[in-house]
């Protein structure tokens, strides 16, 4: 304690003079501390960064001890137990000598110019010299060079690794070691630092620590560096990527002994187990059972290699001594008869009949008697190259290269599990199964046909350019309306309450009244299509130029026709909306006009598609949603009338669309194709065909749903009409029942041409058919 009040009384007592520092006498022990304590480098400077005075001691003791011989020569250092037992004393004065060393660095300064000189003292220092040598600093170098410590590198705010936005409501912004506050630099505003960003030209290489909010100007080398890190590169510039390699661990295995020990002298000996283990060797190389590395080695190249099979093997094989057969043997192909002769017989070559039913079915060749057509020649000279020698001989090779390599059996499966379990036809009754009445009156081929609303009348349009009103029950033929052209269509409005047929001849749509049924409702639509509504839109020229609306004339008026609707090309279909105000008109010769939509109530014309998307076959509405269907050749196209959009494209897979008709409640198509083939859509399942039904023979020319009963008909160019059961259920994981009922096949075949139409009645479940053999004919 004494020593450490005495060295806190140097630095508060006023500098000595040298007369008082000459006049008094220090101890032994002070001058040694003198002279431990201050020895110094005049021309080095010894502050730091901070400004902070460094002392440099030869031993962390305060008190030494030399012993020397008479003469004054240095001998050693004496053992004081004193002193040892005092070190941790003195590194306690050394620690609050090195806290008050900031406030006494210019007084020890001037303490230590202003030393005394005595005798003794320079006596002490010629002993000290030669232990203690000092290497003056090169100042050309940095400090610290050599070290690996720096006071740059030092934290110097010392509350660690914190969010430093705790100091935000402070003046300082932490500590440093001598726990001092460390006060915020003064922040200026933007306009300041827009000055200084101005007038600095060091502002761009300044950085704010965020540490201690000091400004750190950024060296050149620092610059350099960041540089360097941003583009990925090694921070170190003088390191060389491209260095050549330097393998210091070996990959090579060296094979080292365990033990280095001389071999016994029996190993020199030739031993009898070895010469019988060596005899057996070389007696299964010679039977075969052992193969040499070479013929290992050949073995594998010739696994590698190409490998080549017989395919006719012969009857000397493994399986065919062992007696195994094939389960499947080989097909042979028949003799030759007379007709593949090159003079065949008359009674073999074909007559104009057999010639065209032969090439009638070519896309059917399974169905034909033989799969060529005899020929006859006069001589063997004059029989040509055969024509299709290069395709089959083609084929030929593509089923050599392609057959199965591996033998399979074959499976009996009896074709009764083949064919799905359906329901019995009885269990769906009722359904029409015979022919009840014939509709005689029209002398050419019936293209159309159509059911009034309340199932007492029928229409149908003849290509004998007459409309006939039939009477459904009787078979009586009530009226006869004659036009101009053929009529290709004709459709009853479905609204019970106006009595309306449109009848498409030519280029023509008639709005006819047939004058059947009530007379109330007769006169209501006189009434109706008389009063031309005024029209408060203007139509533009592209729909004036495809359709016009007119009054029939007075002679058409007397046969019932009411209003002409006159189209520039012709008409193939119509087709009624179900509130019976809009009716469509389908021209496939139209183009971009070929669909026209026509409203009665206002007598307006729309053409919804301002571009072609094919050769338009028919259309048809649907029975809930404003939806409009429009069927090309190969592709359905659905489209929504209110937002004007295609809402779904339903695709056939078919050559050529005939007609198509939709469930009454809206989710199922049924389209028919001249493939031969009924497609089945379920709208909300997929835009392909939930399922392809191949019930006739021909070209499917028409289908038509019943509107109360689950049934469906088609008819065809087989002169067949099938009726099927198909029923949708409410249950939308139940697939829709779909069972072919029964074939009614009456109608005559002319040109070609069968069963033109079919249609239901609306109540009852019967169904009409139209015929090339100019009838129609009713099934109960």
Known sequence: MTKKQAIKRKVKEPEPTNEQSSASEPSDNEEDDDLLQAVKDPGEDTTDDEGIDQEYQSDSSEDLEFESDEEGNYLGRKANNEAEGDAEEDEDDDEEEDEDSDEASEDNDDAEEEKPSSSMTAAVQTKVEPIIQIIPRDPSKPEYEDSDTSDEEDIRNTVGNIPMHWYDEYKHIGYDWDAKKIVKPPKGDQIDDFLRKIEDPNFWRTVKDPQTGQEVLLTDEDIA????????????????????????????????????????????????????????????????????????????????????????????????????????????????????????????????????????????????????????????????????????????????????????????????????????????????????????????????????????YMASGSDDKTVKIWEIATGRCIRTIETNDVVRC????????????????????????????????????????????????????????????????????????????????????????????????????????????????????????????????????HPVKPCFFVATQHNIRIYDLVKQELIKKLLTNSKWISGMSIHPKGDNLLVSTYDKKMLWFDLDLSTKPYQTMRLHRNAVRSVAFHLRYPLFASGSDDQAVIVSHGMVYNDLLQNPLIVPLKKLQTHEKRDEFGVLDVSWHPVQPWVFSTGADCTIRLYT
């Open 225 to 456: 560096l960041i540089k360097r890190v941003n583009s990925g590169r090694i921070p170190n510039a003088e390191h060389d990527e491209y260095a050549p390699w330097i393998e210091w661990f070996t990959s090579e295995v060296e094979k080292m002994p365990i033990k280095n020990v001389p071999d016994h002298k029996r190993s020199f000996l030739p031993s009898v187990s070895e010469k019988k283990k060596v005899s057996r060797m070389v007696h299964a190389l010679k039977m075969g059972w052992m193969k040499t590395t070479e013929e290992v080695e050949r073995e594998k190249q010739k696994k590698r290699g190409p490998k080549f099979y017989m395919l006719w093997e012969t009857d000397t094989g493994r399986e065919s001594m062992r007696r195994i057969h094939d389960p499947v043997s080989a097909p042979k192909r028949d003799l030759p008869g007379h007709a593949e002769s090159y003079n065949p017989p008359p009674e073999y070559l074909f007559d104009e009949k057999e010639t065209k039913e032969w090439l009638k079915q070519k896309d059917e060749p399974h169905k034909r008697k033989l799969h060529f057509m005899p020929q006859k020649f006069k001589s063997l000279r004059e029989v040509p190259a055969y024509s299709r020698y290069l395709r089959e001989r083609f084929l030929r090779c593509l089923d050599l290269y392609l057959c199965p390599r591996a033998k399979r059996v074959k499976l009996n499966i009896d074709a009764e599990y083949l064919i799905p379990k359906l329901p019995s036809p009885r269990d769906l009754q009722p359904f029409p199964t015979v022919e009840s009445l014939v509709y005689r009156g029209h002398t050419d081929l019936v293209r159309s046909v159509s059911v009034e609303p309340k199932g007492e």
């Open 490 to 621: 004709v459709a009853w409005c479905p609204n019970a309450k106006l009595s309306i047929i449109a009848v498409a001849t030519g280029s023509r749509l008639l709005l006819i009244n047939p004058k059947v049924g009530d007379k109330l409702l007769i006169k209501k639509t006189d009434d109706l299509l008389a009063a031309s509504p005024s029209l408060d839109v203007i139509d533009n020229e592209r729909i004036k130029t495809a359709v016009q609306w007119s009054n029939a004339e007075p002679e058409e008026q007397e046969k019932g026709v009411r209003v002409v609707i006159t189209h520039f090309k012709p008409i193939r279909q119509v087709t009624w909306h179900g509130r019976g105000d809009y009716l469509a008109t389908v021209m496939p010769e139209g183009a971009n006009r070929s669909a026209l939509i026509h409203q009665l109530s206002k007598r307006r014309s729309q053409i919804p598609f301002s571009k072609s998307k094919g050769l338009i076959q028919c259309v048809l509405f």
